[in-house]
């Protein structure tokens, strides 16, 4: 246990104390289990810590500062404090532990055991004491077994998100980007699928991800490839600030994130209240795929060198294959994969083509020609039909418009082919990939359907 004892001129009270000395002006020693995304930038935040004699979802830490540099970044959640001179304040009818710059001061510990006892982040006035290094390393023992009471209703996982609803999410973080007009994205994933959307845009050609443009190859290797990734998107100036503790790997609890579908795409952004909260290492465990399950027996067919597959995804039965024994992948195992060139079995949903009119499936020299987008639960695809191919799809004559019309109303998903909304069915469809410039074979890199077609009924 941590023997709160009195230092050279000052004495840290317990966080149970801390809520009984209102008005009055303490110091502290706690583990922060939550961190607020600030969505204004007043160069203020608000965490949440704990210590061992603490049952409680903890006491909220309010920081006041003159410039956002002079707030704590906290690297991690679990991460271990010290504070000076705070004063006990009600702030919204809530205790509240209140930091100011010009009175208090902070000091930020790695939370990890074994680390050593130089903060990544203190106040100018702060200086740690040979009695401190012994609060700070018993702290961190402590939190080895430590089991914390979030406090919060549930969780709820990718695959029973709704739009429009503030839900909490344990996740995953799998990477933190920028785009080039300073938004920032955060990609969250648990092993499960987002439920698929329907589709209620009737002209407007659909993108392939939420970000402006699909990650590079060399990053999304590090994306699982079973399982959804939610894009959470980041704009405001002081959540930015906030979301520097976010590393790929960490294991997060995100409470009251707005869910959102925009162009059949699932989102989420911050709300007034998003929090980050702690997650224990043990409930990381959990976070392994509900649905889809690897294949760990190796696949020597020369067809399709991916040594994974996916177990029994269902499919509507509207498309026909000529590969009835390769496995399934999915559209991030072949995004992912290690060649350029190689061909793949996935189930997909047709969610639009082009062009439209079925009149102009075909080129002036009578070759068939169209591009389509391809979804599943991890990504989504461009990929064309060319020339026999296409023709081997969709099975009758080109010059027969309605029994194209019908084909591809069947695989849309609707009874015309611009109606709205629409709920494309699950097909299987055979694909490969190439490269249309030697000198560039990832940067040019395609897919083609082929082998796949439309079963007539």
């Known amino acids: 246990m941590i023997d709160m004892e009195i230092r050279d001129d000052y004495k840290f009270l317990r966080v149970d104390d801390a809520f009984k000395a209102l008005h009055l002006n303490i110091s502290l020693i706690g583990v922060i289990v939550e961190l607020d995304f600030p969505t204004a930038s007043d160069c203020s935040c608000t965490l949440r810590i704990i210590d061992p004699w603490h049952s409680g979802s903890g006491l909220p830490v309010k920081f006041i500062a003159r410039t956002n540099r002079a707030l704590p970044r906290v690297e991690s959640i679990g991460d271990i404090i010290f504070l000076s001179n705070v004063k006990i304040v009600l702030v919204n009818r809530k205790i509240t532990a209140l930091c100011n710059e010009t009175s208090s001061s902070f000091a930020l510990f790695n939370g990890e055991h074994g680390e050593g006892f130089v903060p990544y982040q203190s106040s100018p006035k702060f200086r740690i004491r040979e009695q401190d290094k012994s609060f700070l390393s018993n702290l961190r023992e402590w939190m080895i077994t430590y089991k914390f009471e979030d406090g919060s209703c549930c969780f709820t996982s990718l695959k029973d998100i709704k739009e429009g609803e503030y839900l909490n999410l344990n996740c995953q973080i799998v990477h933190v980007s920028k785009d080039d007009k300073d938004r920032c994205y955060i990609f969250v994933w648990d092993g499960t699928e987002m439920p698929p959307c329907s589709f209620v845009v009737k002209s407007e050609r659909l993108p392939l991800c939420v970000e402006p443009e699909m990650l590079p190859?060399?990053?999304?290797?590090?994306?699982?490839?079973?399982?959804?990734?939610?894009?959470i998107i980041v704009e405001n100036v002081a959540e930015k600030q906030a979301i520097q503790c976010l590393q790929p790997g960490q294991h997060v609890k995100l409470l009251n994130l707005f869910f959102q579908v925009n162009m059949g795409l699932w989102s989420a952004t911050f709300s007034p209240s998003t929090k980050?909260?702690?997650?224990?290492?043990?409930?990381?465990?959990?976070?392994?795929?509900?649905?889809?399950?690897?294949?760990?027996?190796?696949?020597?067919?020369?067809?399709?060198?991916?040594?994974?597959?996916?177990?029994?995804?269902?499919?509507?039965?509207?498309?026909?294959?000529?590969?009835?024994?390769?496995?399934?992948?999915?559209?991030?195992?072949?995004?992912?994969?290690?060649?350029?060139?190689?061909?793949?079995?996935?189930?997909?949903?047709?969610?639009?083509?082009?062009?439209?009119?079925?009149?102009?499936?075909?080129?002036?020299?009578?070759?068939?020609?169209?591009?389509?987008?391809?979804?599943?639960?991890?990504?989504?695809?461009?990929?064309?039909?060319?020339?026999?191919?296409?023709?081997?799809?969709?099975?009758?004559?080109?010059?027969?418009?309605?029994?194209?019309?019908?084909?591809?109303?069947?695989?849309?998903?609707?009874?015309?082919?611009?109606?709205?909304?629409?709920?494309?069915?699950?097909?299987?469809?055979?694909?490969?990939?190439?490269?249309?410039?030697?000198?560039?074979?990832?940067?040019?890199?395609?897919?083609?359907?082929?082998?796949?077609w439309i079963n007539a009924k």
């Not at 190859?217 to 894009?231: C, D, I, M, Q, Y």
């Open 217 to 231: 190859t060399h990053v999304l290797r590090k994306f699982p490839t079973f399982g959804s990734v939610l894009r």
């Open 276 to 452: 980050m909260q702690y997650t224990m290492s043990r409930e990381t465990q959990s976070f392994s795929p509900q649905r889809l399950k690897m294949c760990r027996e190796k696949f020597s067919s020369r067809w399709n060198p991916i040594t994974r597959c996916i177990s029994s995804p269902s499919h509507s039965g509207i498309t026909g294959v000529a590969h009835e024994d390769a496995p399934f992948v999915t559209l991030m195992d072949m995004l992912t994969y290690s060649n350029v060139t190689a061909k793949f079995r996935c189930v997909v949903r047709f969610i639009q083509v082009f062009p439209r009119d079925v009149r102009n499936f075909h080129d002036l020299n009578g070759k068939f020609k169209l591009l389509a987008i391809l979804e599943d639960a991890t990504a989504r695809i461009h990929a064309s039909l060319y020339a026999d191919e296409g023709d081997k799809f969709f099975g009758c004559d080109p010059s027969d418009e309605e029994a194209l019309i019908k084909k591809l109303n069947k695989l849309l998903g609707g009874d015309r082919i611009n109606e709205a909304p629409r709920n494309p069915p699950w097909v299987q469809c055979c694909l490969f990939s190439y490269y249309r410039v030697k000198n560039d074979q990832w940067g040019s890199r395609r897919f083609r359907i082929f082998d796949t």
